[in-house]
């Protein structure tokens, strides 16, 4: 691997926490999300949302349709940049950089905070090259082999797909697509994975392989993860953020706002908040 | 995974196989472009690139006997059959595109055809991205990463926010993208732009011409040598032409979309939509000699006693075939874009096909379907080939289909193909300007037209 | 079970054979129709072939390499062929700038109100008649820029053709971009990559099939033009001989649709069969240029798909 390592930081008034290189320290914020406000165009999609990210922990957001939990989740590898009427508000620091600064760079941003989208979107390529598509694009040069063997090793793939990486990865069932684009992401080394409701278009025991996979990786990578389905919430994730759609009475639009956030059990056993615990027991969304 | 014994065995059957097949055709080659140098010297590349492509072909897809055999013969040196098959397979598509170079040279020079394919070979082989070492030929078995990775190396574990920077060189590379991509979008608009400006100009030099009057506009008769320059002349024969097109166009364009959406099966429609589609790209003038070899003598010469060769209505039924497929793809379209609920709804109530066809589709699709017409409208009367082979391209003012007319497009033909003599002649040169100004204002309006149009239909579904 | 018996009417559900006759006479109306259709492709096809046979059996490869001749037992396309083959170069040279103007309108373009005239206005221009173009060619190419490419020249009409086909590459290349699914360019944005990577990697591979098909149907268009030539000065009939490639730039020229054209207008009856058999050499180019099109179009889709 000829890959330069990263020798310069952006400059930043944050402080950034002590912690061991070695051991996950749960202490330590990935994301610091301080007044986050999304617009599209005229409409307020997120309100004043505030919540931290904790490192080498799968943190989960739930609540009903159009409560902004995705789009949160797309201010943290900047996605929403990709949407020309959208604008953001507020700030995302990652790691104790302001994500928004002018220094940052989307493209950059993306390769370090990874992301598994709702629907498996595998490129139309082989197998091998799907997983080596990250590393490539990055520059890096020389035999993916290893790499791609690797990523796939973690991604729990590669006993299923060893004889055919050469074959086209839409042959692939729905289960293993998505567990290629995960794959896919490690790939590139990633510090984060965002998962926007990556098993919504998977069947029960996919869903389940997904499931075992995120408890598995969860040492190697701090994992966000949106989804509509709170047992999964509840399976997976050690904290939990809800979130609801609420109608601003002066303009008629409805739009997201953080309720709260809280350790897992917690959130499930004895929100502090009504609505939360509303939701959670199924009695609305 | 193979062992490294059996790569090398590989890698050395397939330089021999590749030399000798490479050998074979190179000199196979070098006779059969024998047959091409009568041609004269200027054709000989054409015969080279057409048979290197031949070659690379049925190397690529390992159709010859050879190139089977060797798939077979790597295939049975290693265990794992689906991965060497596919090795191999891919070997055979790199020796196609290597093929073509060697070739080149040794028309010439045998060793320096050698010391390019060679060169060309290591590129090849050194380039990065390449999956397996055996992927290559033999010259990668000296590379060092030979042998599968033993025990693999965990994927590194990353802690920081890292440099959050793009590399300078893709940032450069992405900007320059963006702006030869932008360069590109500009220049349509620059075209766009000289065309209007230019024909406009021209045009206007023909109104404020010293020898310009209005009164040159309405003397019957287009003779622009003489100084006659009568629109109402064309714009009748424009308009015969235009009308006569639409009557063969609309019904048998109409009828064919009807049984295309509504009862066409998908296999009938898989047959006959190309058949219909192969119209639209026969050229006019093919068109243009149809009407003078067929039309008019085999069908309207039997029916009317005192029609010549050349007419408006020979004219106008050239035309009119080749509008029918504009006519029958844009309905189509339409058509297919009514919802299927629409149908389904009609069929619920009792509806028979034909009513449904007619009482909610057609309604449906009406926006869509009177686009078609006025973009069928727009092409005949842009179209100038047939009218100009066909229509007889007499200047004199005329009202009557079977005799000869001149259109506005056929009158621009006539003096374009004299150009040089036009040059010099007083406002003739201008006028042919003055007419495109006026086609392309027409045109305009009218696509303009069904292009709301279509856009409205859009959106409704 | 004696007793009630229900009786339920279930009124008459068989179908009625011969009540349909406004359905019948309609569908037989549509099938006519498309038998007319069919029968327009079969005898212009028929006709040119029946015009052609005496030379295409006769003297068919030498009417293909003989010049142009007043002489009808001597007279053949040659220039014509290499006219054509070449203003067909000049005009696939230029298609890279109508695919990256495409790509620039659906990737780059913001959706602002000058980018939705663009594309207004491309759309319009492909619906411009082909004649008008050669007043643009004239203007430009062969007076304007005389000096580049020496004035009725082959270059100056394959620039003309070139730009009249322009809209119709930017169309349907714009078009093909637009069907990519936007889920390939997130997933690649998710990875890393620029735009500029994203459309190279992603974007383009999986246009090609619609791109391919919208340039060839330019070419073909390109091919069987016209009128255009005649307004900036192609002629239909030169006896400067069988000249070579090169030296076919730089001066006088002719394509295979001005022969046909050229041949068709003079009075002689004996001239149409030269006509329709430089008619057949037309549209067997044509047939190629699409065949190698399908070819290509499959094996890419294959390539892309499984």
């Known amino acids: 691997m000829q890959m330069t390592e990263p020798t310069t930081r952006i400059e930043t008034n944050a402080t950034v926490r002590e912690r061991d290189p070695v051991a996950p320290d749960p202490s330590s914020e990935v994301f610091a999300v301080r007044d986050l406000n999304v617009y599209y165009g005229d409409l307020r999609a997120v309100a004043d949302v505030n919540l931290d990210v904790y490192e080498r922990q799968i943190t989960a957001f739930i609540g009903p349709s159009g409560c902004g939990k995705s789009t949160v989740l797309r201010c943290f590898n900047r996605m929403n940049d990709l949407i020309d009427i959208a604008r953001v508000d507020g700030s995302v620091r990652y790691r104790g950089i302001d994500l928004y600064d002018a220094a940052v760079d989307p493209v950059a941003v993306r390769r370090r905070i990874g992301m598994v989208f709702q629907k498996p979107n595998p490129f139309p390529k082989s197998i091998y090259d799907n997983v080596a598509y990250g590393p490539r694009v990055a520059g890096q040069k020389g035999n993916l082999d290893e790499v791609v063997e690797q990523s796939l090793r973690n991604a729990g793939l590669w006993d299923e797909v060893k004889d055919r990486l050469d074959d086209s990865a839409l042959g692939m069932s729905g289960g293993q697509q998505q567990r290629l684009c995960i794959a896919r992401a490690i790939a590139v080394n990633p ?27 969860q040492n190697d990578y701090t994992i966000v993860i949106v989804t509509h389905n709170m047992q999964q919430a509840a399976r997976v994730s050690d904290r939990t953020a809800f979130f609801t759609a609420e109608l601003d009475e002066s303009t008629g639009q409805r739009r997201g706002r953080l309720v709260e956030l809280d350790d897992t059990g917690t959130i499930f056993s004895n929100p502090s908040d009504e609505r939360t615990e509303a939701y959670v027991t199924g009695r609305f969304g | 995974m193979p062992t490294l014994a059996s790569r090398a065995w ?18 196979a080659e070098y006779f059969v472009s024998g047959l091409f140098t009568d041609f004269g010297p200027s054709n000989f590349w054409l015969a080279f690139v057409v048979l290197a492509g031949w070659n690379a072909w049925h190397f690529a897809g390992s159709q010859t006997a050879l190139g089977a055999a060797a798939g077979h013969y790597v295939l049975t040196l290693d265990g794992e059959p689906a991965s060497v098959l596919t090795t191999a397979v891919r070997q055979l598509i790199r020796f196609g595109v290597l093929y073509g170079i060697p070739v080149l040279a040794i028309d010439f020079d045998l060793r320096v055809g050698l010391l390019v394919w060679l060169a060309v070979a290591v590129v090849i082989r050194s380039t990065p991205a390449h999956r397996a070492p055996w992927d290559l030929a033999a010259g990668t078995i000296l590379a060092s990463d030979i042998g599968p990775p033993q025990g693999l190396a965990p994927l590194p574990v990353v802690r920081d926010a890292g440099d959050l920077r793009l590399d300078p060189r893709r940032a450069k590379l992405d900007r320059r993208a963006s702006r030869l991509m932008f360069l590109a979008g500009l220049t349509s608009v620059v075209i766009s732009a000289l065309i209007v400006w230019n024909i406009f100009t021209e045009a206007w030099t023909f109104v404020a011409d010293d020898e310009f009057s209005w009164g040159i506009l309405t003397d019957r008769g287009w003779f622009p040598r003489d100084g006659e320059f009568d629109l109402s002349t064309l714009f009748v024969g424009t308009l015969w032409i235009t009308g006569i097109a639409m009557l063969v166009a609309g019904p048998v364009g109409l009828g064919v979309a009807f049984y295309l959406s509504e009862y066409a099966s998908p296999r009938v429609r898989g047959m006959v939509k190309p058949l219909i589609e192969t119209l639209a790209s026969v050229p006019s003038v093919v068109l243009g000699l149809f009407a003078i070899s067929f039309i008019a003598p085999e069908i309207l010469q039997r029916i009317f006693d005192d029609i010549g060769i050349f007419s408006l209505l020979a004219a106008g039924i050239g035309v009119g075939i080749l509008t029918v497929p504009i006519v029958a793809s844009i309905s189509e379209d339409a058509m297919r874009a009514v919802p299927m609920e629409l149908r389904e709804a009609s069929y619920g109530l009792g509806g028979r096909k034909v009513t449904t066809a007619l009482r909610v589709v057609f309604p449906a699709a009406l926006s869509g379907i009177s686009a078609a017409a006025i973009v069928g409208i727009s092409r005949a009367i842009g179209e100038t080939m047939v009218v100009f082979i066909a229509a007889g391209g007499n200047g004199v003012f005329n009202t009557d289909p079977v005799d000869q007319g001149q259109t506005i497009t056929a009158a621009m033909a006539s003096l374009g193909a004299g150009t040089d003599q036009v040059a010099g002649s007083g406002l003739a040169f201008q006028s042919l300007y003055f007419l495109g100004a006026l086609l392309f204002v027409m045109t305009m309006l009218l696509n303009i037209v069904s292009d709301v149009i279509v856009r409205r239909f859009r959106q409704v579904y | 079970m004696a007793g009630t018996s229900t009786t339920v009417d279930l009124g008459d559900l068989r179908a009625r054979r011969g009540a349909d006759v406004r359905g019948q006479i309609f569908l037989v109306l549509l099938v006519a129709s498309v038998i007319l259709a069919f029968a327009m492709v079969g005898a212009v096809f028929y006709d040119v072939t029946l015009d052609a046979w005496d030379i295409i059996s006769q003297r068919f490869w030498d009417f293909l390499r003989m010049p142009s001749s007043s002489d009808p037992t001597k007279a053949g396309v040659a220039q014509g062929i290499r006219g054509s083959l070449l203003i067909a170069l000049i005009v696939v040279a230029t298609f890279p700038i109508g695919i990256a103007g495409a790509i620039y309108l659906e990737e780059y373009a913001d959706d602002t109100w000058s980018t939705r005239l663009i594309q207004v206005t491309v759309r319009n221009l492909a619906g411009v008649p082909s004649i008008v173009y050669g007043l643009l060619g004239l203007a430009v190419f062969v007076q304007s820029l005389r000096g580049l490419t020496g004035g009725s020249s082959v270059i100056a009409a394959g620039l003309t053709l070139a730009v009249l086909v322009l809209p119709v590459v930017v169309i349907t290349s714009a078009e093909a971009v637009r069907a990519v ?40 268009r390109a091919l069987g033009e016209a009128a255009p030539l005649l307004v900036i000065g192609a002629a239909g009939f030169y006896t400067t001989g069988n000249l070579d490639f090169l030296e076919q730039t730089q001066g006088a020229f002719t394509a295979l649709p001005m022969n046909i054209a050229n041949f068709a207008r003079l009075p002689a009856e004996t001239w149409r069969g030269h006509a329709a058999a430089a008619s057949v050499v037309l549209l067997v180019l044509v047939f190629i240029v699409n065949l190698v099109a399908i070819i290509a179009r499959a094996r890419i889709s294959k390539k892309l798909g499984r």
Do not use: H
């Not at chain 1, 510090?191 to 990786?217: F, H, N, W, Y």
């Open chain 3, 181 to 220: 699914p936007p889920s390939l360019r997130e997933g690649a944005y998710g990875l890393g990559a620029t735009q500029w990577e994203v459309i190279r990697t992603q974007v383009v591979p999986a246009a090609l099939p619609g791109i391919l098909t919208g340039t060839v149907l330019a070419v073909a």
């Open chain 2, 10 to 27: 590989i890698a050395g059957i397939e330089v021999l196989l590749f030399l000798v097949l490479s050998l074979g055709f190179a000199l």
């Open chain 1, 191 to 217: 510090d984060v994975l965002l998962m926007d409701e990556p098993c919504s278009a998977l069947d029960p025991i996919a869903t389940g392989r997904i499931e075992e996979l995120m408890k598995e990786i």
